[in-house]
């Protein structure tokens, strides 16, 4: 298993700005994901972060607006570029080791607010 | 396109009650299916996968691919159950993926 820790846990921010989300995994993990859960709705998968090169972004998703590293196998940042109100949601970080079965273990979550 | 459905949003049962969350999924290839559940102030975790073919707190799960339903059951419902419960299909392309329905909220009544 993965303890996965993100933070920060909620921000509240101003329109046009951006915020970075750290995500620690405690032990090495082989996959690391950023999923969206905008109010009321399901996860919708972001990106695969991808040590060492450049994250797979999802369809909707562009490098420019959810900027992701992934420097080593335990840490990885997601950032909302230039955010707008829309993009007020619960950003999520999960992680698999050992062979991807498909389990993923998550981090609490950041809830951000963008006014 | 791959995609998971959740007709029930929010499902009440009593107590004791039996329940069943109902999934249904398209997909091309084989797939791979989950429940994943949430409880009240807890992270998302996974409940159990198809594949293990086994009961969690009571929980199961058959995957129907005539139907292509992969529906949670459980026989008699308790009280801890309440919880948002997400299905989930892995997809297998040239890396991995997992996809998750829009959720149902279990709500189970003393």
């Known amino acids: 298993s993965a303890v996965i820790s993100q933070k920060p846990s909620r921000d509240i921010c101003q329109r046009g700005t951006s915020l970075t989300i750290q995500c620690q995994v405690d032990?090495?993990?082989?996959?690391m994901f950023w999923y969206r859960q905008q109010p009321g709705q399901s996860l919708t998968l972001i990106a695969t972060?991808?040590?060492?090169?450049?994250?797979?972004?999802e369809s909707g998703f562009v490098i420019d607006k959810f900027p992701i590293s992934r420097p080593n196998l335990t840490f990885s940042t997601l950032t909302v570029s230039n955010m707008s109100p829309e993009d007020s949601s619960i950003y999520l970080c999960?992680?698999?080791?050992?062979?991807?079965?498909?389990?993923?273990?998550f981090g609490e979550g950041s809830r951000l607010t963008v006014l | 396109a791959q995609r998971v459905t959740q007709p029930e949003k929010l499902l009440s049962v009593f107590k004791g009650a039996p329940v069943e969350l109902k999934c249904n999924y398209s997909?091309?290839?084989?797939?791979?299916l989950f429940w994943y559940v949430q409880y009240s102030r807890q992270r998302l975790q996974l409940l159990l996968r198809?594949?293990s073919r086994e009961s969690i707190k009571g929980f199961t799960a058959d995957l129907n691919k005539g139907e292509t339903s992969f529906h949670l059951k459980k026989p008699f419902a308790q009280e801890e159950d309440s919880a948002m419960y997400y299905c989930?299909?892995?997809?297998?392309?040239?890396?991995?993926?997992?996809?998750f329905g829009p959720g149902t909220s279990l709500s189970v009544i003393p």
């Open positions: 198809h594949i």
């Open positions: 032990s090495q993990v082989t996959m």
């Open positions: 972060a991808n040590q060492g090169s450049e994250a797979t972004y």
């Open positions: 999960s992680a698999t080791s050992g062979t991807y079965t498909g389990e993923l273990f």
């Open positions: 989930a299909l892995m997809r297998k392309t040239s890396y991995d993926k997992v996809i």
């Open positions: 997909y091309s290839g084989s797939p791979e």
